[in-house]
C-alpha cells in the first residue's frame, strides 16, 4: 500500500525542508509519494524545491499564478496515487508524528476515512 502526502505550499522557504524531512523520517508499513504544490510563491520557496524535487519519493508541481490553497490541494490530489491521501500544511502546523495514530484505523479496516483536528485533544 502507499500514502500519498499532499503538502501546499506558498512562501515556506523557512519550514518546507523541515516539513519534508519530517515527512520522510515517519516510519510506516507504507510505501511514501510525497507531492509538494508551490502556489507561486515569491520568497525563494521555488528554488528549494529544486532540491527537494530530486529526492526519489518527492514530485513537485509549481502553479504559475497564486490560486489559492483549495487550488493546490486539488492539484496534489489529481496527481496522488496513494490508495490513502494525508494534507500536511508545510508550515509545520501539523505534526507528521500523528500519521501513524491517523491511519491505524484505515489499515485496521476499522475506517474508511479519519479526520484530525488539533482543537480536540486524544
Known amino acids: 500500500m502507499k500514502l500519498s502526502v499532499v503538502i501546499p505550499a506558498f512562501n515556506e522557504r523557512r519550514t518546507i525542508c523541515?516539513?519534508?524531512?519530517?515527512?520522510?523520517?515517519?516510519?510506516?508499513?507504507?510505501?511514501?509519494?510525497?507531492?509538494i504544490v508551490d502556489d507561486c510563491s515569491t520568497d525563494g520557496t521555488r528554488s528549494i524545491?529544486?532540491?527537494?524535487?530530486?529526492?526519489?519519493?518527492?514530485?513537485?508541481?509549481?502553479?504559475?499564478?497564486?490560486?489559492?490553497?483549495?487550488?493546490?490541494?486539488r492539484t496534489g490530489f489529481r496527481l496522488a496515487t496513494g490508495d490513502m491521501i494525508l494534507v500536511q500544511?508545510?508550515?509545520?502546523?501539523?505534526?507528521?508524528?500523528?500519521?501513524?495514530?491517523?491511519?491505524q484505523p484505515i489499515l485496521d479496516g476499522r475506517a474508511d476515512v479519519v479526520y484530525g483536528s488539533r482543537f480536540i485533544g486524544g
Open 18 to 35: 523541515e516539513i519534508v524531512g519530517r515527512v520522510r523520517s515517519i516510519h510506516l508499513p507504507l510505501d511514501l509519494e510525497i507531492i
Open 89 to 103: 500544511d508545510a508550515d509545520l502546523e501539523y505534526d507528521p508524528d500523528d500519521y501513524p495514530k491517523l491511519l
Open 49 to 73: 524545491l529544486e532540491e527537494l524535487g530530486k529526492l526519489p519519493d518527492a514530485r513537485i508541481v509549481l502553479h504559475q499564478k497564486n490560486r489559492g490553497k483549495g487550488a493546490a490541494l
